[in-house]
Nanobody, 124 residues
Framework: QVQLVESGGGSVQAGGSLRLSCAAS????????MGWFRQAPGKEREGVAR??????YYADSVKGRFTISQDNAKNTLYLQMNNLKPEDTAMYFC???????????????????WGQGTQVAVSS
């Protein structure tokens, strides 16, 4: 199993930036694909970005504003979010491919391990 712990959420004004981090531990060698999802109140969870063998994938809504990256030496996944908009307000979850039944897919990857989430709030 992979354990994932997110950090870096907070409250910012529109146009601001935040960087989310996700520290992975456990059987990380099985987690070939990692990604970020978000869920706003009353809305379904949606995929934001994922990275697989260094290749990123982004949802259309965040292209050009968000950047996903990873530091394999630190087993940490990042999401740099620039030019934030009020519609980016949501709980952001780190996810990883691994053992177990997948709960969501994005960009050709199936994700079965999830963190607890970190809240992002963007005010206008």
């Amino acid at each position: 199993q992979v354990q994932l712990v997110e950090s870096g959420g907070g409250s910012v004004q529109a146009g601001g930036s935040l960087r989310l981090s996700c520290a992975a531990s456990g059987h990380t060698y099985n987690s070939y694909c990692m990604g970020w999802f978000r869920q706003a109140p009353g809305k379904e969870r949606e995929g934001v970005a994922r990275i697989y063998t260094g290749s990123p994938y982004y949802a259309d809504s965040v292209k050009g504003r968000f950047t996903i990256s990873q530091d394999n030496a630190k087993n940490t996944l990042y999401l740099q979010m620039n030019n934030l908009k009020p519609e980016d307000t949501a709980m952001y979850f780190c996810a990883a491919q691994g053992f177990g039944a997948p709960l969501a897919t994005m960009g050709g990857c199936a994700f079965s391990s999830w963190g607890q989430g970190t809240q992002v709030a963007v005010s206008s």
